[in-house]
């Protein structure tokens, strides 16, 4: 089951929704009682909080299988994409790798 895209966005950015980290825990559990075993996250969501909280529901429930996707930012920080941006200026292989690095780090 798939859950509400925009929902981890406002999980991980408590300064900007006013949600709190131990009601953003306490709802991706009940979300994942409920079935809910997707869940799709972003770097950009609080600069890495949201995968961390994700971390934390992973690490809790490490005997389930729950899957989660990530997305890294475009290095020259302009969304959207543009047809004048190059690869090279928005995802370059190094930039990639240590924003997947955070990644895993955040969701480990």
Known sequence: MECERDWVWHVGMAGWTGSEDAESLASLQRAWI????????????????????????????????LYTATKVPPKNRRWPA???????????????????????????
Do not use: M, Q
Request: charged content about 35%; some cysteine.
């Open 34 to 65: 409920l079935g809910c075993n997707f869940f799709d996250t972003a770097w950009a969501y609080g600069d890495g909080h949201s995968e961390e909280l994700l971390g934390k529901i992973l690490r809790a429930n490490s005997e389930k299988r």
């Open 82 to 108: 543009r047809r004048e941006y190059s690869l090279d200026d928005c995802y370059p292989p190094e930039y990639i790798e240590e924003y997947v690095d955070k990644s895993l780090r955040n969701l480990a």
